[in-house]
């Protein structure tokens, strides 16, 4: 069945750093959507990428979606610690999907003040 | 705003005991979802439900089983639960509008099986 990966698995910054994620699909994907898990709590919704090489900003982070459409980055400049938490990647999973998705393993970063 | 709602926060179980999540959302979404979460595993699909009193297996499904009777609520039963079933599980919710909905999770309900 379709998987997605998730490198790195943890990631440990000192403030003021870059980060990055990477999400691989086994499969095409329609879209590819982004949450954000912080400690203790519950993921949220980040964004969604559609378009193939799309490239999308919210203020320090920045999403792209490969031009296959088969894999995505997550990158963050100049980390705080309030950027803290579990990056998680996830895609439609195949078939009739009814909003089902297929989650990465996330990324976990720490940022050290 | 926004609300989905799981019934219990942390939830302490015997083996063997039978084990009700219940999980309400509040936004008339037509898909509900059950996940757990485990380290380095992320999150693994149970079960969901597309409309009231349908469901489908997910990834993970053996050993659980669901409950969809009103469009608000979905509940998640373990029939006997093991230990290997000790895990945070995750309800979420979302709409049918279009392909690619974002999802809408409740706060969790971390289950320890002793």
């Known amino acids: 069945g379709q998987q997605v990966m998730q490198i790195p698995q943890y990631q440990h910054v000192q403030e003021g750093e870059d980060f990055t994620t990477y999400c691989n699909s086994s499969t095409t994907l329609s879209n590819i959507q982004w949450y954000k898990q912080r400690p203790g709590g519950h993921p949220v919704f980040l964004i969604q990428?559609?378009?193939?090489?799309e490239v999308k900003k919210q203020k320090r982070l920045t999403f792209q979606f490969g031009e296959a459409k088969k894999n995505s980055s997550l990158h963050i400049t100049a980390t705080q610690t309030t950027d803290v938490g579990t990056y998680f990647c996830?895609?439609?999973?195949?078939?009739?999907?009814?909003?089902?998705?297929?989650f990465g393993q996330g990324t976990i970063l720490t940022v050290h003040p | 705003d926004v609300k989905v709602t799981q019934s219990s926060r942390y939830l302490v179980k015997r083996t063997g005991e039978k084990v009700f999540l219940e999980c309400v959302q509040d936004m008339d979404h037509e898909n509900m979802f059950w996940y757990r979460q485990d380290p380095g595993l992320g999150l693994r699909l149970i079960y969901f439900?597309?409309?009231?009193?349908?469901?489908e297996k997910g990834d993970i499904p053996e050993g659980y089983s669901v409950s969809r009777e009103k469009k608000e609520r979905f509940s998640l039963i373990l029939e006997s639960a093991s230990t290997n079933q000790t895990s945070m599980y995750l309800c979420?919710?979302?709409?049918?509008?279009?392909?690619?909905?974002?999802?809408?999770f409740g706060s969790g309900t971390q289950l320890s099986v002793l």
């Open positions: 979420a919710s979302s709409t049918r509008r279009g392909v690619g909905e974002k999802l809408f």
């Open positions: 990428l559609v378009k193939s090489g």
């Open positions: 439900s597309y409309d009231v009193k349908m469901k």
């Open positions: 996830a895609g439609p999973a195949g078939g009739t999907s009814y909003g089902k998705l297929t």
